[in-house]
């Protein structure tokens, strides 16, 4: 397999959106992104506000992952990993794992002293997987978001 893990770039954006909409079916979530490539393009190259890497093979971007620096009030400098996507067709086949420790080997040379990440309850691959790497899967932590409506709704009443 010749498989290779670099840094994305804004020519890739088209196709870490077509992987974002995959993850988003398999989280049965198929409506929910609202993304666009220029967003992903402003975001990640203007703006700063995210790394992603992309897996080629045979010329082909079959996997991503994309994270950003969060700041921990008890450690400090973390990264939070916000998705880690590997096409439907080349699961299973070392490409996650590779982008994994990609990710992981990224954010140590940062200095970070933690790696955090969300993962569904009914994922039970991807909590091996990451349990198999070291992780620490919480069942005492929940996720809170305020989705934009939420937080229109918020804003209006206060």
Not at 13 to 18: G, Q
Not at 60 to 67: A, D, E, K
Not at 135 to 156: C, L, R, T, Y
């Amino acid at each position: 397999m010749n498989l290779i893990i670099r840094k994305a770039e804004k020519n890739d954006m088209k196709s870490v959106l077509l992987l974002i909409k995959e993850l988003a079916v398999f989280e049965r979530e198929p409506l929910a992104v609202e993304l666009t490539k220029s967003d992903l393009i402003r975001d990640g190259f203007s703006n700063s506000l995210f790394i992603c890497f992309v897996a080629i093979l045979n010329n082909t971007i079959v996997g991503m992952s994309l994270g950003y620096s969060r700041y921990s009030t008890w450690k400090g400098a973390t990264m939070h990993l916000e998705d880690l996507i590997v096409t439907q067709k080349f699961r299973s086949t070392g490409i996650g794992s590779a982008l994994f420790s990609n990710f992981i080997k990224y954010s140590h040379s940062k200095g970070v002293k933690r790696i955090e990440w969300a993962v569904l309850g009914w994922n039970i691959n991807a909590i091996k997987f990451y349990e198999s790497n070291g992780a620490v899967v919480s069942d005492e932590w929940k996720i809170a978001q305020m989705d934009e409506k939420a937080i229109n709704n918020f804003i209006s009443n206060k």
